[in-house]
């Protein structure tokens, strides 16, 4: 009875005291301080604070996007730069190969490419299973750089939406990438910069076959592309939960967007990542609608730095 | 810095007292004493204890069947005495609904139902929305009762099989039911007794509509039945990690249970629940086939008691 009544008193100590310490100093420094940084804070704060706009740690979901919000998107996806040298690699291999996209990839067809994103998507890592296909990814992730910046890809991914990812988690919300890329390629690339197990990295998923322990990748999507309502329909099936916090980028995660601003039962946020940044990125227009409540948030005047290793 | 030092002390005290003391006691009351219930103490303290077959908590994932291996599923599946339910209320207040499966709901036609499951399951429900859907499984849950029992079905859970997964879930175990019964319905009626989120609560899916806001049921299955393969599948899909822990109860479940088994990169144990008592509940073969390391648990010999409320 004794260690029992112990513990529970260290357990309301531990709970008292522990959360407050925890982000005594700025858990967003790579955030210029402003009105968004202010709101991110303040909606953080409010929910996981006993009153009016608490929610219990259960229901705090977040869902990030990822080519373009929590990562760089530009020249291309980087989906799309993997796909091409996946499949270069085995047009290499395999000189016989004439059909497409191998022959495209041949001939450097860029028209090809153009209007087959889906063949080029589907066909890279077909007949291989998802364990050697996530290696591949992984390694790619590791070695092959961006032509801008000369870095790996695998450390593209924006240092402040990494902070704030983490920042959520020390707050026990539950994050997920929800993206358009497919999920193999999200899990390979964004496990290990986002600490997130691969159950909450979602995207596209390509149909697999099962056999004595293996998956094997065919060469079709399972069925829906997680862009547009896509994401609030892979968010249903597989978290079931509305989010209260959700970030964006393009028209594509507009649905999603709404979807978090739309939650009923909770206080919510939502934001998309205007690149608005020229000179320490790129600057174009993804399209997002402004609606009601939805922050704009700058890559210019909100991000104090860009990458981790700067 | 005090305070610093102050939470990092009261954190280490925290984590070397509450575990000891959480489970001082017997945490599977409900099971006897016998070779299963010391194997399954014997896993959890292995793979906890820092050693050869410690298991990060990250990694600790456990997939349990839902029919059968936590709740009764005789004389029939309760997705089926619901569905059926369902249906038959549907039309009663529709009286020209001439259509099956409603004709055959009039009729009482055993012969319909016993040859079109996949049209009764999908039929239900069709054109609601998740959300309302899931309301009316809960309150079918709550309310009707079971012609043997007379209790109602969300009390037909084994009380040992919910002690095994709150065992698991202090060891910080992630654990998921994965059922062959449609999702909506695992979600509404298991989240009660399992204390799981519905994000834990997998199943056979309903294609489902988007549109702002509301997730509209089709009357069709999103793809795949999570059955034999269907089960290591939607586990990839959606947890995209090998479980190291399983249990079930059919030959639905092999696929799942062999896949736990064949875990190469973390000792894993899977059982199987033998329907052998029919004093207490039902005698039924199932099809499980005995394969090497797989636990047989026997209702008769292992469980002390069936339910909680008894």
């Known amino acids: 009875m004794i260690g029992s009544s112990l513990s529970r008193l260290l357990l309301i100590v531990c709970v008292a005291v522990l959360p407050a310490a925890a982000w ?26 006993q009153g009016d706009a608490f929610v219990p740690a259960t229901d ?9 919000t929590i990562l760089v998107e530009k020249p291309q996806a ?12 085995v047009a290499r291999k395999n ?8 022959k495209a990839m041949r001939e450097k067809d860029e028209a090809y490419f153009g209007t087959n994103l889906v063949e080029v998507i589907t066909s890279a890592g077909i007949g291989m299973s998802e364990e050697d296909f996530r290696k591949a990814i992984r390694s790619f992730a590791n070695t092959a750089t961006h032509p801008r910046y000369a870095v790996p ?5 924006y240092a402040p939406m990494l902070e704030l990812i983490d920042y959520l988690r020390a707050n026990d919300f539950r994050v997920y990438v929800v993206s358009g890329s497919t999920q193999c390629f999200v899990r390979g690339v964004a496990r290990e910069a986002t600490g997130l197990p691969y159950g909450q990295l979602l995207g596209t998923q390509i149909a697999l076959y099962y056999y004595k322990g ?7 999507f399972r069925d829906l592309t997680t862009v547009s309502a896509g994401k609030p329909l892979i968010i249903e099936y597989q978290i079931g939960q509305r989010p209260i916090f959700a970030f964006g980028n393009t028209s594509g995660d507009q649905d999603m967007l709404e979807y978090a601003l739309g939650n009923q039962t909770y206080r919510s946020l939502a934001l998309w990542l205007d690149h608005d940044d020229a000179e320490r990125e790129y600057a174009y227009d993804s399209g997002v609608k ?9 890559m210019k005047n909100d991000f104090a730095r860009l990458f981790r290793e700067e």
């Open 24 to 49: 005594a100093k700025d858990p967003l420094p790579s955030w210029k301080e402003g009105a968004n940084k202010q709101a991110i804070i303040a909606f953080v704060t409010a929910v996981t604070t």
């Open 60 to 68: 705090r979901i977040a869902t990030f996007d990822m080519d373009g």
């Open 78 to 89: 980087v989906l799309l730069e993997f796909s091409r040298a996946f499949l270069a690699e």
């Open 95 to 102: 000189p016989d190969l004439a059909t497409q996209p191998y």
């Open 153 to 157: 890809f695998g450390k593209l991914f």
């Open 214 to 220: 293996d998956f094997t990748r065919s060469g079709t």
């Open 290 to 298: 402004d609606v009601s409540g939805l922050l704009k948030v700058s």
